[in-house]
C-alpha cells in the first residue's frame, strides 16, 4: 500500500480548496491571465486567457475582499469545477449581470486574483506579486466589489444612495452648504447626523480594512467604482464621489478612507513625500497599519507597487517569496529601514508580543507604526558618531543608547478588567487600583525622595485633567461625569488598566505599551536618537546582548533629557 496516497495536500494560506483543482497553463514573462464570464443563468461559467501586460485587450480588474475561506461556491472554469469564496462568487454574478444590461461593455474581460493566479503554486505567487501595480494601473477600470449578506443588501445600497445624491437632489448638498455656513437649525443637524451614520456603515465595510484593497484603489488608473447590492437593488459610486462627500465629514470620518485619497495624491505627485526612501516607506507602513491580510507577508508585500510609485525605484525592496519563513521578510524590512535612515526608528514597533518565529527581538510584524516620523536622518555608517549598525548576518543591531535604570516595582493590570470600555463595570475597581497605585507607588516614591504624595502625584499625573479626575476618585467623591470629565476618565482608565506601570532603583517612573509589558529585572535605556525603551538580557551569562521587549513612556519630563549621558554601544537580538 502507498501511504502517501492518502496524504491530504497542504496548501497556501489565503487559497481555496477546490473539489476539482484547476490545472493551469503557465506563464509566459509578460502574460497575465484574463477571464472571460459567458453569459447566461445559473452556475457561473468562465474562460481563462493568455495575454502579454502591456499589449491586453480592455478588461477590467476586481477589487473585492475574500472572505471566510471555508464559504465556498463552485463555478466553472475551462469547463472544469473551481471553488471560490462566496463573496467572490456573488461579486462574479453582478459582474455577468452588468454585462448583460450593458454597464459594462461586451467581450469585457476581467483580472480576478483569485482566478487568474495560480494561488496554490508559491513561486507563481511569488512572481506576479510585483506585477500587482502594473495589473490594477492598466486596468480600463477598477470596480470595487463591497460584498453583503443577501438579506442586508437592499440596506447597504440604500446606504451608498443617500451618499451618492447628486447636486441639486436630495438633502445632502443643502445640508452640507447650510452646516458650512453655520445656519443648520436643529432638523437640519438631526438629517446631517443621519446621513453622517449612512456615510460611517458604508466605510465599515471590511473593504476598507484590508491591505492589498488599499494598494488596488491607489494604483488604479480611473477612479475605482465601488459596486453592492444584488442585481435587483445595487448601487454604484466613484472613489472621487464619495471622497467630495467624505469633505463634510473630514474630522470624523474612516481613516482607512482618508489614507487612500491621501496616497493617491501622493502617486499623482500631489502630496510631499520624504525624499528618503526609507522615510517613505516608515510613512507608508504607517499608512498600511491595523489592515489585515489573510497571509501574514501580505502586510509587507501589499504596499511594493505604491512605494515603487512613490519615486523610490532606486531602492530595492526584498523580492517577494512566498517560500520563505513567514518572519523573513519582516527581518529584511526592519534592517532595510535602519540602513536607510540610520535611526533606531524600527524599534518603536517590536515588542515582545509581536515578536515572529525565528526572528530578530528588534523586527516586528509592523501590524502598528509607532512613534514620531522625524525628517532627520542618522549619521552616516562612514561616520564615527553614527546611531546604528546591523552585524554582517543580519542579526544583530546595535544602537547607541544609556542604561537610565532597572525595574524594580511593577504593576500589572487587572486581567479581569482587560478589554472592559463599561463605564459602570470599570468604576469600582478604580477606587481599588488607585489605593493599589498609592500603597506601591506614590507613598514609596514620595519617601525616596524626601517629598509629599502630592508632589509626586504632580510630576507623574502631568495632565491637570488627568490629576483632577485620580484625586477624586483617592478622596471618594461621587463621580457626576460631564462630557470633558470622559475623556479623563478614558486616560485614568487607560494609565490603571491597560499598561503595566514600573518604577526603577532610580525612582524612575514609566509605562509600558500593552504588547510590551516589562517585568521586574528589565532594563529602561534611553536612545540617542528617539524614546526609551526597555530591553531584557538575553542570557544571564556570556556575551551582553539584550532581548526587546518594547518602546516606553517616562512620565516625568526631566528624566528624558539625554543632555550629560554617555551612550555607548547596546547589543540587541
Known sequence: MNVHRHKRRKHLRGAVPTPSEHHFKPLAGPDIRLLEIKPGKGAVECRLHHSPMGSSPRYVALSYVWGDASSTQLIKVDGRCFAVTQNLYS????????????????????????????????????AQVPRMGDVYRSAAQVIVWLSTDKSTARIEAEHMREILAPVGEGEWNKLQEARKKGYASAEDDVAILALQLSFDRFVDHPWFSRTWTLQEAVMARESPVFVCGDDDCGASITLDALAEKAEMFRGNTDMPLLRILILRDMVSSHYPVPENSGLSLIWLLRCMCIREASVIQDRVYGCYAIFQALHCNGTPLPTPDYNLPEGQIFADIARLLVQRTGTSFVLNTAMVKRRLKNTPTWASDLRHVYGKLSKELGPSPQDPEHWVRVSDDGRTLSIKAVLVGRCVTVLEPPADCAGDYDLDTVEPRVHELIADFERRMIVPLARNRGGQADDVRRSLLCMDSLLDMYERFLRGTPQRYNVEDIDAFTDLRFLLFERSVFVTETGLVGIAHEDGPCRIGDLIYLRVDDGPICLRKAAPYGAEQYEVIGPIKICERGLRDPADKTFGYVDLI
Do not use: H
Not at 462574479?92 to 493566479?117: N, Q, Y
Open 91 to 126: 461579486g462574479l454574478l453582478r459582474l455577468r449581470a452588468m454585462l448583460a444590461r450593458g454597464d459594462i461593455p461586451a467581450r469585457t474581460l476581467f483580472w480576478i486574483d483569485a482566478v487568474c493566479v495560480n494561488q496554490r503554486d508559491a513561486d507563481e505567487k511569488s
